[in-house]
Structures are given as C-alpha cells and as structure tokens.
C-alpha cells in the first residue's frame, strides 16, 4: 500500500494561475518535504516541515509556499506559476530517530505550466 | 562544484553484467542514500548507510567514509534494473544532498 501519496499525479495550470499540489502520508512521521525536479537534474529540496515547524530553503523562491495543516497532509502553493516552474514536485517523509531518517518519496506531481 | 558526484552519468550495460555506479561526496556525512528513480519519477529508497556495507538481493552497497567514497553494485543485471540511482548524502538534521544521478540501461 502506498504510504506516500501525491495527487494529482498530473497537474497542468496556466501561466500565473495558482495551483496546489497535495501530499499525505500513512506513516505518522514528524517530517515531510517538498522537493522539485527538473529534467535530468536531482531533486532540488525547497522547504520541510519537522512537525509545525517550517523550514525553508534559502534559495526557495517566494513564489512557493507550503502549509502542513496536520501530520498526515502537506500542500505546496505555487501563487503564480512561470513557465520555469514546470518540474516534477516529490514529496517525501522521514521519522527521525537520533537526528537521521530514512526519507519515503511519493511518486511525484508532474507539473506543466502552459 | 557539486558536493556529492556520481559515475558514471549514463551506464549501458547487457542482462547479466555486473554493474558498479560510484559516489564520491566532499562533505561531513551522517549517513548515505541509495535511491532508484524510474521512469515517471518515483523515487525509491534502496539504502541507508553509514558504515560498511548492506546487500539486498541483487544489490550491494557500501560506503568508506574515511575515504568519503560509495558504491552500489548490481549483480547479474536485469532489464528491470534500468532506472536512475541517485546518491543522497545526509549532513545531519534532515538535510539531503544529491547527486544527480546515473541513467543504467540494461539490454536484453
């Protein structure tokens, strides 16, 4: 059973449009994170949450915003989408014992940005 | 200049090669990632290392951190093995640096 889940697993907005990818997580784990993927390129985190407590990337742009309304979901808002944004967003979690965790990725949110 | 390498970039490889992708990083590590990435993008954990070494069916992977130095190796390869490895290092707390990755495709 998938224990990180993503929705959609698609998503295509118009240029400056806001959109909100989605993420929640069966595992009850303290720490979820969004990362953002372009084309033959690692996965680049933007922010993470370690319970309530946000942390963001200090070259995230302002454009992304994230809200973790409780441990199960996570959502990243893109307020106004550029055609730069266009990428595969991952989300993942981790139960951090001693400091490192195990991270569990979801299968991604292809996002496409016309 | 990155601080996790990997290589090769890309790897082709026939059904039943033994196949050995590196990792090099530059940095003070807790621990190292294996991950797998498919076609379509999910991500799959394969390992978590800070010392020695761990193997799990066809795939072996170990760490020197003396030598700041990875490897993952896959025996007997497969056509299902094609996917990208990527090798994450952790800095503590819950920082991920990646490696950008290494295409394997495996030829029937």
């Known amino acids: 059973d998938a224990m990180v889940i993503q929705n959609p697993r698609y998503q295509v907005t118009q240029f400056g449009k806001p959109v909100t990818l989605s993420c929640s997580q069966t595992?009850?784990?303290?720490?979820m994170y969004w990362y953002q993927q372009k084309s033959s390129q690692a996965p680049k985190l933007l922010f993470h949450?370690?319970?309530?407590?946000?942390?963001n990337e200090a070259d995230t742009p302002d454009n992304f915003q994230s809200r973790r309304p409780n441990t199960s979901f996570c959502f990243l808002d893109i307020r106004s989408p550029g055609l730069g944004d266009a990428a595969m967003y991952l989300c993942?979690?981790?139960?951090?014992?001693?400091?490192?965790?195990?991270?569990?990725f979801g299968a991604g949110t292809r996002l496409s940005v016309l | 200049k990155n601080e996790v390498e990997q290589s090769p970039q890309n790897l082709t490889a026939q059904e039943g090669e033994f196949i050995t992708i590196n990792c090099s990083y530059s940095?003070?590590?807790?621990?190292l990632h294996w991950l797998q990435q498919h076609p379509g993008g999910g991500i799959v954990s394969l390992f978590m290392?800070?010392?020695g070494k761990k193997k799990h069916g066809r795939l072996i992977a170990t760490i020197n951190i003396q030598e700041k130095h990875s490897s993952l190796h896959i025996t007997a390869s497969h056509p299902r093995d094609s996917a990208v490895y990527i090798c994450?290092?952790?800095?503590?707390?819950?920082?991920?640096?990646f490696g950008t990755g290494t295409s394997l495709t495996v030829i029937p």
């Open positions: 993942a979690t981790s139960r951090v014992a001693s400091g490192v965790g195990i991270q569990y």
């Open positions: 595992l009850n784990h303290n720490v």
């Open positions: 949450y370690y319970d309530k407590d946000f942390n």
């Open positions: 940095v003070g590590i807790s621990a």
């Open positions: 290392l800070s010392s």
């Open positions: 994450a290092v952790i800095r503590g707390g819950n920082q991920f640096y």
